[in-house]
């Protein structure tokens, strides 16, 4: 490392969990976000601020006036402009050595697997069942590692899945297929910092799967009720009749 990289993540660096030689994984790493919005806002920040090296963000939508209560990647004057531009300037802004790679599509089940192939690691902060289940879909079947949030009015939910290992859950023992109706931020709200609390955690557990530190969420959904101010976890076991990891789909 330069000695301004040696300065830059000087905090990450004294953490013996991290040291010298996490950061330098870091650096190596790549990740794919999916979704520029609010979830990936504090998620795309923090990763480029830690160093991760390329950050992939696919994203089609454009930077609207609605966005900016929560969205804290754009700014007003980002108005109009495709989301991955607006957020491709501001990871330059905090960190000019990632690399950043934009994607301005919507994920289906007929691209995931050729967005999701160059990258270590996915998380979704996508907001629709669609997107969610043809992206866990994908990454099962290509064994990645996938760190996946969501948000609705004061609440939100954080899981990582990695269902392709035997004693692992997937996305769909949980949810076995998409559910009939959706409930979204448009339609019922969502406070802003909601989602910067679950980005931000979104983004503690990507950088926690790259260095395999600690506990990490594969097996358990943290579920935070931001009203009551609590936080809890719940167990998710591998579901045998599941229609994708087990005999459900045989
Ligand atoms: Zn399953």
Redesign the pocket.
């Known amino acids: 490392m330069e000695d301004a990289q040696v300065e830059r993540y000087a905090r990450h660096i004294v953490l013996k969990e991290v040291g010298g030689a996490g950061q330098q994984k870091l650096l190596k790493s790549s990740v794919l976000c999916i979704g520029a919005g609010g979830l990936g806002s504090p998620l795309i920040m923090y990763l480029a601020a830690a160093g991760v090296g390329t950050i992939g963000i696919v994203d089609d939508d454009a930077v609207a006036l609605s966005n900016l209560q929560r969205q804290v990647l754009h700014r007003t004057g980002d108005i109009g402009l495709h989301k991955t531009d607006s957020a491709r300037a501001a990871v330059a802004d905090i960190n000019p050595e990632v690399v950043v790679h934009v994607h301005r599509t919507r994920l289906d089940a007929d691209n995931a697997a050729d967005l999701i192939r160059d990258y270590d690691l996915v998380c979704d902060g996508s907001d629709n069942f669609l997107t969610r289940f043809a992206l866990h879909d994908a990454c099962f079947r290509a064994r990645k590692p996938l760190v996946s949030a969501a948000v609705l009015r004061f609440d939100g939910q954080l899981a990582t899945w990695r ?1 392709y290992e035997a004693d692992k ?5 949980l949810y076995p297929d998409i559910p009939p109706e959706e409930q979204t931020c448009a339609q019922d709200g969502v406070l802003g910092a909601i989602v910067g609390v679950m980005g931000t955690l979104q983004a503690t557990e990507a950088v926690k799967e790259l260095l395999r530190l600690g506990e990490g969420l594969a097996g358990r959904l943290l579920i935070y009720d931001g009203l009551a101010a609590s936080f809890r976890t719940l167990k998710v076991r ?2 045998p009749e ?1 229609p ?3 005999n459900g789909g045989s």
């Open positions: 269902g859950p997937c996305y769909r023992c591998p579901d599941c994708l990891c087990g």
